[in-house]
Protein backbone atom coordinates (compact mmCIF):
# COMPACT_ATOMS: atom_id res chain seq x y z
CA UNK A 1 0.00 0.00 0.00
CA UNK A 2 1.47 3.52 -0.98
CA UNK A 3 1.79 6.06 1.55
CA UNK A 4 -0.20 9.11 1.42
CA UNK A 5 1.67 12.01 1.09
CA UNK A 6 0.22 14.70 -0.79
CA UNK A 7 -2.97 16.76 0.31
CA UNK A 8 -5.58 18.15 -1.90
CA UNK A 9 -8.75 20.35 -1.88
CA UNK A 10 -11.92 20.29 -4.02
CA UNK A 11 -14.76 21.78 -3.89
CA UNK A 12 -18.13 19.93 -5.04
CA UNK A 13 -21.71 20.90 -5.07
CA UNK A 14 -24.36 19.06 -2.57
CA UNK A 15 -25.03 16.88 -5.42
CA UNK A 16 -21.72 15.36 -5.99
CA UNK A 17 -20.68 14.88 -2.49
CA UNK A 18 -24.22 12.89 -1.81
CA UNK A 19 -23.59 10.91 -4.16
CA UNK A 20 -19.70 10.21 -3.42
CA UNK A 21 -21.00 9.46 0.32
CA UNK A 22 -23.33 7.01 -0.79
CA UNK A 23 -20.59 4.99 -2.71
CA UNK A 24 -18.57 5.40 0.12
CA UNK A 25 -21.21 4.42 2.38
CA UNK A 26 -22.90 1.45 0.33
CA UNK A 27 -19.19 0.27 0.12
CA UNK A 28 -17.72 0.36 3.71
CA UNK A 29 -14.45 3.09 2.95
CA UNK A 30 -13.88 6.68 3.37
CA UNK A 31 -15.48 9.65 0.62
CA UNK A 32 -11.51 9.95 0.15
CA UNK A 33 -10.77 6.28 -0.66
CA UNK A 34 -13.95 6.75 -3.17
CA UNK A 35 -12.27 9.40 -4.54
CA UNK A 36 -8.55 8.14 -5.18
CA UNK A 37 -10.71 5.03 -6.62
CA UNK A 38 -12.31 7.60 -9.36
CA UNK A 39 -8.98 8.98 -10.01
CA UNK A 40 -7.33 5.91 -10.24
CA UNK A 41 -9.81 4.45 -12.70
CA UNK A 42 -10.24 7.49 -14.71
CA UNK A 43 -6.11 7.90 -15.24
CA UNK A 44 -6.08 4.34 -16.41
CA UNK A 45 -9.17 4.33 -19.07
CA UNK A 46 -7.01 7.28 -20.50
CA UNK A 47 -3.85 5.23 -20.43
CA UNK A 48 -5.61 2.46 -22.40
CA UNK A 49 -6.96 4.88 -24.64
CA UNK A 50 -3.61 6.39 -25.50
CA UNK A 51 -1.95 3.12 -26.24
CA UNK A 52 -5.19 2.09 -28.38
CA UNK A 53 -4.81 5.35 -30.09
CA UNK A 54 -0.76 4.99 -30.73
CA UNK A 55 -1.67 1.36 -31.84
CA UNK A 56 -4.39 2.95 -34.64
CA UNK A 57 -1.83 5.04 -35.96
CA UNK A 58 0.87 2.82 -36.24
CA UNK A 59 -1.54 0.11 -38.05
CA UNK A 60 -2.64 3.31 -40.19
CA UNK A 61 0.99 4.32 -41.06
CA UNK A 62 1.17 0.48 -42.31
CA UNK A 63 1.91 0.33 -45.78
CA UNK A 64 -1.34 -1.24 -47.85
CA UNK A 65 -0.28 -4.77 -49.26
CA UNK A 66 -0.04 -4.64 -53.19
CA UNK A 67 -2.84 -7.39 -53.14
CA UNK A 68 -5.15 -6.74 -50.15
CA UNK A 69 -6.44 -10.31 -51.15
CA UNK A 70 -4.38 -12.99 -52.09
CA UNK A 71 -6.43 -16.04 -53.19
CA UNK A 72 -7.05 -18.41 -50.78
CA UNK A 73 -4.38 -21.19 -52.58
CA UNK A 74 -1.56 -18.75 -52.25
CA UNK A 75 -2.65 -17.72 -48.61
CA UNK A 76 -3.01 -20.96 -47.69
CA UNK A 77 0.38 -22.78 -49.26
CA UNK A 78 2.30 -19.19 -47.30
CA UNK A 79 0.81 -20.70 -43.89
CA UNK A 80 1.69 -24.26 -44.10
CA UNK A 81 4.95 -23.37 -45.53
CA UNK A 82 5.38 -21.00 -42.11
CA UNK A 83 4.35 -24.26 -40.29
CA UNK A 84 6.39 -26.57 -42.32
CA UNK A 85 4.17 -28.37 -43.54
CA UNK A 86 3.24 -29.63 -46.94
CA UNK A 87 -0.16 -28.97 -48.83
CA UNK A 88 -2.21 -31.96 -48.57
CA UNK A 89 -4.27 -33.46 -52.01
Given at each position: ?S?L???T???L???????????A??S???????????I?????????????????????A??????????????????L?????????
Open positions: MTSRRQILDEERYARLEQAQAGRSVAAVIRDADAKLARDETAGRRREAVDWLLQPAPLDPEPEWAVLKAEMDGFGASPAA
